[in-house]
């Protein structure tokens, strides 16, 4: 017993002068904090958000004063206990040859140092401290006989729990019941990576095995606090000055933590969220534009709610021209746009950024806002980079306009004249933007695809306001030189009208006496793909070319020249209107004069015989083959090679020339898609095809499918894709032979070897 009372007296000494050494440091630090409380206070109010004095227990200071029951036992603080702070305010590397530590900086600027990922749960040593002032408690608190426990700690929302409740860790530690997070050190050798918790009756001491770890711990309890603090906080307060005060602190929280996790953004916009749907209608307008400056750089981050977008949209059309839609919307619109992939889960966004686009026609010289607007988000460069604008912008100007037009039929009858102006100017400014996004070449392909099948409302097609802005845009469509651009006028499949039926003389949105019609006329005529399918297809529109050529518009002549070229109209009746309509003006006379001689040198070429065969030798060119068929009479070829020759494309306009033309062999030539079309339009007794080593694609190869005589058919080291070689196999019925090797099927590139596959079993075939 002597010995124990002689311990306990060493270490009733020992923990005494211990404690007078802490309460003099205490003291001079008290002291040094008073002469520099300016410096003090601003390092410690960007991390420590502002409180309302009603709630103290939420209130409380991260790193507060220890109550004078608790200095007891307060280990020493260590310069060590922080992680390394290098002379620009970013960590030092672990192993820096300096070998020292530097106290915390709390500060906004703590969210450039080092990153954490916000904690859970995990494993950590726990020991546990009580604070009553017996002899025995300070025996069995003292570093010589402290006890550690492993836990597996979890970091709920309003508590710290094991997942085994035992030990120090039976009792749960609430987060309302903590007064101060710190970090310390000075204990033995092998325990440097330590944190108090400080509690009412005692402390919690947490040790990590290195710097990274504790202070992970360190930041994720404090991330942690702080929610359950601004949960209950900005859920009780009703008003709205201190309202305002809270959501700015606790996204200047969110912005200053270094904990890197989807919840330290995505908390503030849910407790905004959920403090709007209660307060918004205290709120004044200052307070309004107050909470959103607050949000703005949150924002940059995560896509506002439908709440904060319901408050944003009430914003835009209560205040348009308020200098928060220019400063704090455009970031986030631009986000939305940049980043969004679907609007039909968030139809919200799609609202929010229409009525800031709307809010954008209100400004001064509005329609040049909206019209600089589209073209930030294209960007500087030839090329968009973000291949997401395009059709959210889209998007949103066919909502606005279904909207506009709902709107409208809505209205009663006597309202209509008084409400429509604003309106027509809101439709305005959506037409300008898809005006504007045609401009782009880049843009065009896309655009000109999505607007193909005429996404619009009937009441919009009907009306002048819209048909005669709308075609600003299609005129960029109409006089691309991009087959895939121009050609999106037509119907998006065969017996749906398009653009192009719509504007003609005498259609629903014809309102400039055909010229829209005549300049879509134009280009496509002189476009080389599908010609005579485009003839076939649009044979009811005679009747407006013939108004056209007689009004001497030359694209309406050769479309009617045209159509008695390719016999694609039997009535003879309509025929003679045809030829009377072109010899009414000398252009149409001469028009008419070579389609003529057309007629008559290939019915004489036909009539004339001349070769059934014929191999043109290798380096051959296009000029070679038009020269050579010219020179004459080929009207009975039925066997032509082309193989090993510098043929291309351009040679079809010839190739249509051999009716009787049944073997074409185009092996290793640069004979390519638009050659193709041709061919599956003017050659219908074609049999045999080699198109080994060419450059077509699935676009020229399924055009294929409509040459029913094909059985035989080489597509050895082509672009053939699965999909193409199945439309073929199942749209040509006597196809015997295929020759696949070495084409890149599938998206994995595999390479598939099929050697003369036999589709179907042919009883007997004449080679």
């Not at 259609?507 to 055909?514: K, L, M, R, T």
């Not at 010609?531 to 309406?556: D, G, H, W, Y």
């Not at 094909?710 to 032979?737: G, R, V, Y």
């Not at 070495?742 to 998206?747: G, I, M, R, T």
Request: charged fraction near 20%.
């Amino acid at each position: 017993m002597a010995a124990i009372a002689g311990i306990a007296t060493c270490l009733s000494n020992t923990e005494t002068t211990s404690l007078i050494k802490s309460d003099v440091r205490k003291q001079h630090v008290n002291n040094h904090i008073k002469e520099n409380s300016s410096t003090m206070s601003g390092t410690m109010s960007l991390l420590l958000p502002r409180h309302n004095s009603t709630d103290s227990v939420l209130s409380q200071s991260v790193c507060g004063s220890d109550s004078g029951h608790s200095r007891a036992s307060t280990p020493e603080v260590s310069p060590r206990a922080s992680p390394r702070i290098s002379p620009r305010g970013s960590p030092s590397p672990q192993g820096s040859p300096t070998g020292q530590r530097s106290r915390p900086v709390f500060r906004r600027q703590i969210s450039t140092g080092a990153k954490y990922v916000l904690l859970n749960r995990g494993e950590i040593q726990v020991c546990r401290l009580n604070h009553t002032r017996t002899i025995i408690s300070k025996i069995m608190n003292s570093r010589y006989l402290r006890r550690w426990e492993n836990h597996h700690l979890i970091l709920g929302d309003t508590e710290v729990t094991s997942s085994t409740p035992s030990g120090f860790m039976e009792k749960a530690v609430p987060y309302s019941n903590i007064e101060d997070i710190n970090i310390i050190s000075r204990w033995d050798a092998g325990q440097n990576f330590c944190l108090r918790i400080t509690i009412p009756d005692g402390s919690v001491l947490l040790q990590a095995p290195n710097y990274y770890l504790r202070d992970q711990w360190l930041y994720s309890m404090l991330w942690k606090r702080h929610m359950l603090k601004y949960r209950r906080l900005l859920k009780n307060t009703r008003r709205p000055e201190i309202l305002v005060r809270e959501i700015k602190n606790m996204i200047d929280m969110s912005l200053s933590t270094p904990i890197q996790d989807e919840s330290v953004y995505q908390f503030p916009l849910d407790i905004v969220s959920q403090v709007l749907q209660q307060n918004t209608d205290y709120l004044t307008r200052v307070e309004h534009e107050n909470i959103i400056k607050a949000l703005g750089p949150l924002l940059e981050n995560k896509n506002p709610s439908h709440v904060i977008c319901d408050f944003f949209i009430k914003h835009c059309k209560n205040s348009p021209r308020s200098h928060i839609v220019i400063e704090l919307f455009t970031p986030v619109v631009h986000r939305i746009l940049k980043y969004n992939t679907d609007f039909g889960k968030f139809p919200q966004l799609r609202t929010f950024v229409q009525e800031y686009v709307h809010a954008l026609s209100l400004q001064n010289d509005g329609r040049k806002t909206v019209k600089a607007f589209v073209q930030r988000m294209h960007g500087v460069s030839s090329t968009c980079p973000h291949p997401r604008v395009l059709p959210n912008l889209v998007a949103v100007c066919l909502a606005a306009v279904y909207n506009y037009y709902e709107y409208r039929r809505n209205w009663d009858q006597n309202s209509y004249r008084s409400s429509t102006e604003g309106e027509d100017n809101r439709l305005l400014c959506f037409i300008d933007m898809m005006e504007t996004m045609s401009e782009f070449d880049d843009w065009r392909p896309s655009l000109s695809s999505l607007l193909q099948p005429i996404p619009f409302p009937d009441d919009a097609l009907s009306e002048d306001i819209f048909t005669g802005n709308a075609r600003r845009a299609l005129v960029h469509f109409a006089t691309d030189a991009r087959c895939d651009v121009h050609q999106s006028v037509l119907g998006i499949r065969e017996g749906k009208e398009g653009w192009f039926h719509l504007y003609c003389p005498g259609g629903i949105a014809c309102d400039d006496d055909g010229e829209l019609f005549a300049l879509m006329l134009k280009m496509l005529m002189q476009c080389c793909c599908r010609r005579k399918t485009f003839i076939m297809n649009s044979v009811k529109m005679v009747s407006p070319c013939m108004l056209l050529a007689l009004r001497e518009n030359e694209a309406a002549m050769e479309f009617l020249c045209a159509v008695l070229e390719f016999e694609v109209i039997d009535d003879n009746d309509v025929k003679m209107q045809i030829i009377t309509t072109l010899q009414s003006t000398s252009v149409g006379k001469r028009k008419y004069a070579i389609t003529c001689e057309k007629q008559i040198a290939l019915k004489e070429l036909q009539q004339k015989g001349g070769p059934k065969k014929l191999t043109l030798p290798p380096k051959s060119t296009d000029a070679d083959l038009s020269k050579l068929l010219s020179s004459g009479s080929f009207g009975n070829m039925e066997c032509l090679s082309l193989a090993f020759t510098q043929v291309t494309s351009e040679c079809a306009k010839e190739l249509i020339k051999l009716p009787s033309l049944r073997y074409l062999n185009l092996w290793s030539t640069q004979f390519g898609d638009q050659g193709l079309q041709l061919l599956s339009e003017h050659l219908p007794k074609l049999e045999v095809l080699n198109l080994c080593e060419t450059p077509v694609t699935d676009k020229g190869l399924q055009c294929l499918s409509t040459m029913k005589t094909l059985w035989k058919l080489n597509l050895n080291s082509t672009n053939l894709s699965p999909l193409t070689f199945e439309i073929l196999k199942e749209s040509l019925p006597k196809l015997a032979q295929v020759d696949v090797r070495k084409n890149c099927l599938a998206c994995n590139k595999l390479t598939f070897v099929y050697i003369w596959m036999m589709i179907r079993t042919v009883s007997s075939v004449d080679h």
